[in-house]
C-alpha cells in the first residue's frame, strides 16, 4: 500500500466569479461564503494525515491571504481555466518534494472530513492515476496521480467521463460523502449541512441558511 505524504492541490476562484449560483440565497454573504467554503476545505486537507502540504492556486488576494494564514502555499493563479491553475499548482508540489504523489482537490467542500480523505487518498495511492466523482456522478471533486506520472486534470462540466475515457481509476467509494459533496446550489449547501458544515461555512450560512 502506498503511504506517502501528498501535496494536494486546491484552485480558489476570484470572488467576482465565485459560488455565484449561491447568490440567491446568500445575497451579500456570497463573497463570504465563498472564502469561509476554502478555508474549511483546506483546513481539513491540512489536517488530514496523508497530506503534506497544500497548495493553493489563486489570483484573488482576499483568500489567498485567508488561506496562507491557515497554512496554505499560495501560487498565482495564471488565469487561463481551472486545469491550467491546477497545472501551475502541479509545477510548484513537483519543486517543492518531487517525489511526492500529488492530487488536486475541489475547493467547495465545506463538509470535508480529513479522516475521509484519507481514505480517498489510501485508496488512490494504489493506482497511477485515479479521480473521486461528485456527488451526483457527473463531475469530480479528487484527481490524483502517484510520483512521476503524467499529471493530466480534466475538470469542468461533466468531468467524470473525461477522466474514465483518460484512463484514470474511478474511486466511487461509500464511505467518502463529504470528499464528494461539493456544493453549488442552496439545495448543496444544506446536503452539506446535514453531514456537518466545517466552523467557517457554518459562520457564514447561519446567517441566510434558514432551518
Not at 39 to 62: E, F, K, N, Q, W
Not at 110 to 132: N, Q
Amino acid at each position: 500500500m502506498h503511504r506517502a505524504r501528498w501535496s494536494m492541490i486546491i484552485p480558489v476562484k476570484t470572488l467576482l466569479r465565485a459560488k455565484t449560483r449561491l447568490a440567491g440565497a446568500a445575497g451579500a454573504h456570497r463573497e463570504d461564503l465563498a472564502v469561509a467554503v476554502a478555508a474549511d476545505t483546506a483546513s481539513a486537507a491540512l489536517a488530514c494525515p496523508l497530506v503534506a502540504r497544500v497548495i493553493v492556486v489563486t489570483a484573488d488576494p482576499i483568500p489567498a491571504a485567508r488561506l496562507a494564514d491557515l497554512g496554505a502555499v499560495v501560487v498565482a493563479d495564471p488565469d487561463r481555466g481551472l486545469n491550467t491553475a491546477l497545472r501551475a499548482g502541479f509545477a510548484e508540489a513537483v519543486r517543492l518534494s518531487p517525489g511526492d504523489p500529488v492530487a488536486a482537490l475541489q475547493a467547495d467542500l465545506p463538509a470535508l472530513r480529513p479522516a475521509e480523505l484519507a481514505r480517498a487518498l489510501t485508496a488512490a495511492g494504489e493506482f497511477d492515476e485515479s479521480f473521486v466523482p461528485d456527488a451526483p456522478g457527473t463531475g469530480t471533486t479528487l484527481y490524483a496521480t502517484l510520483a512521476g506520472i503524467p499529471f493530466t486534470p480534466r475538470f469542468g462540466g461533466e468531468s467524470r467521463a473525461r477522466h474514465l475515457a483518460g484512463g484514470a481509476k474511478e474511486l466511487a467509494l461509500d464511505d467518502i460523502p463529504t470528499v464528494r459533496r461539493d456544493v453549488d446550489t442552496v439545495e448543496d449547501l444544506r446536503t452539506a449541512t446535514a453531514l456537518g458544515l466545517g466552523p467557517h461555512t457554518a459562520a457564514v450560512a447561519a446567517k441566510f441558511l434558514g432551518s
